[in-house]
């Protein structure tokens, strides 16, 4: 009698690596809470398999190499850089990772500048501090600025309208020694902008303009304008 054998056949399955990265995030933003933090948030990437986290980097100017700040994926669409120095200049990127470790290509680069101004007016009348002005009085504008931000601050411009009723006194725009601003004048009978005027009485804004880029700028001498009229009679 014959027997009849089986044969069994063992099929083992093979697993293919994935080798195929995910896409770079887009939307990526940088947005600076002066001395505190910056935050960062970037929009969903993409993946054949799954996208695992992100990976954030951070460089300290232009040109230098990228260091990755978090230690494990980021499982957010957001990060908080609470390592940066205020003052000092950052480019971010962000970067999308797969469960296979393969990361995508960098996002758009982002910094994020602030520069925090405040602004006060001194009203003299005979040479005393007054609240209101009358007419023969002065009034000083002056402008504390500095850089409380994370990179550095491009195309500032503080424009000064001068008050109805208002006549710049000869000579009275200052400038602290250092400081990286210049001053122009709008002539309105001109209707142009100038470095000079010849009649105060034709001048009704005055504009600071701080040269470009702006880096750290504490308050102090370095960090202060001022720009005086006088009320008309």
Do not use: C
């Not at 980097?57 to 205020?86: H, M, Q, W």
């Not at 500048?113 to 602004?119: A, C, Q, T």
Request: proline share 6%; charged share 20%.
């Amino acid at each position: 009698m014959l027997l009849a054998s089986a044969v069994f056949l063992s099929i083992s399955s093979s697993s293919f690596a994935d080798t195929v990265a995910p896409t770079a995030p887009e939307g990526f933003t940088a947005t600076a809470v002066p001395g505190e933090k910056v935050m960062l948030s970037w929009k969903a990437a993409s993946d054949n398999v799954g996208i695992n986290g992100y990976n954030v980097y951070r460089r300290p100017s232009a040109g230098s190499s990228f260091s990755k700040l978090n230690s494990s994926p980021v499982g957010a669409l957001a990060y908080e850089d609470k390592t940066a120095t205020a003052g000092k200049n950052y480019d971010y990127a962000v970067r999308a990772v797969d469960a296979a470790g393969n990361e995508s290509a960098d996002s758009d680069f982002a910094s994020a500048p602030s520069v925090v101004m405040s602004e006060r007016a001194v009203i003299r009348h005979m040479g005393e501090i007054v609240d209101a002005a009358v007419p023969g009085d002065s009034i000083e504008y002056i402008i504390d600025y500095t850089n409380n931000g994370y990179g550095f601050a491009n195309d500032v411009n503080i424009l000064h309208a001068i008050p109805d009723g208002t006549v710049l006194l000869p000579n009275s725009v200052k400038v602290s020694k250092g400081s990286p601003a210049s001053v122009l004048y709008y002539d309105e009978t001109k209707g142009a902008w100038a470095d000079s005027y010849g009649s105060e009485e034709d001048v009704t804004k005055v504009k600071f303009v701080l040269s470009d880029p702006i880096p750290s700028v504490s308050k102090g001498p370095n960090g202060q304008l001022s720009l005086k009229v006088v009320v008309s009679y």
